[in-house]
């Protein structure tokens, strides 16, 4: 979303393996947050929310 002429907000969704632990998604998330960051400084806000393939699976097989 921009906000301004150089700022822009990301917001991502991220899916991970079960086999992931909880230390190597943060790693994973502060890792690409540097990444893209210093490719496109004119993103000034990042919003992660990230979920497991497992967790994912069972909300989507819930009864509506």
Not at 32 to 59: G, M, N
Request: hydrophobic share 40%; charged share 25%; net charge negative.
């Amino acid at each position: 979303m921009q906000l301004a002429p150089q700022e822009v907000l990301l917001n991502l969704e991220l899916q991970f393996s079960k086999n992931f632990t909880g230390e190597e998604i943060a790693l994973t998330v502060d890792n690409l947050e540097t990444k893209i960051r210093q490719k496109h400084p004119e993103i000034k806000q990042i919003f992660i929310e990230a979920k497991s393939l497992a967790a994912s699976r069972k909300y989507s097989q819930l009864p509506e």
